[in-house]
């Protein structure tokens, strides 16, 4: 499994992005995503996940403002984000898994400026 994460940049607050996590490797392979952030010194956080119903789930700082979505047809999944503040400056990552085994984008950049 290949993760290609895009779709970064430099936006103002308030603004919004929309990342992709594009996936070789099947459709399994984007059964479930999984998207993380790291912010400057600090730790890797959990952002949201998509699981194989198509259910989401988010982490409390960026719910209501953040969607994960998933297309099949195009092997990608998405994070659309929304309303974003300073503090979602980050590099963006998402992550698969599947049986025990992880497999890890290289992360896009979002900066957002105030």
């Known amino acids: 499994v290949q993760l290609q994460a895009s779709g970064g940049g430099l936006v103002q607050a308030g603004g919004s992005l929309k990342l992709s996590c594009a996936a070789s490797?099947?459709?399994?392979?984007?059964?479930?995503i999984a998207w993380y952030r790291q912010r400057p010194g600090q730790e890797r956080d959990w952002v949201g996940r998509?699981?194989?119903?198509?259910?989401?789930e988010y982490a409390d700082d960026v719910k209501g403002r953040f969607t994960i979505s998933r297309d099949y047809g195009k092997m990608t999944v998405y994070l659309q984000m929304s309303s974003l503040r300073p503090e979602d400056t980050a590099v963006y990552y998402c992550?698969?898994?599947?049986?025990?085994?992880?497999?890890w984008g290289q992360g896009t950049q979002v900066t957002v400026s105030s």
């Open positions: 998509i699981i194989p119903s198509g259910g989401t």
């Open positions: 490797g099947g459709a399994s392979s984007i059964r479930y």
């Open positions: 992550k698969s898994w599947s049986r025990g085994s992880e497999w």
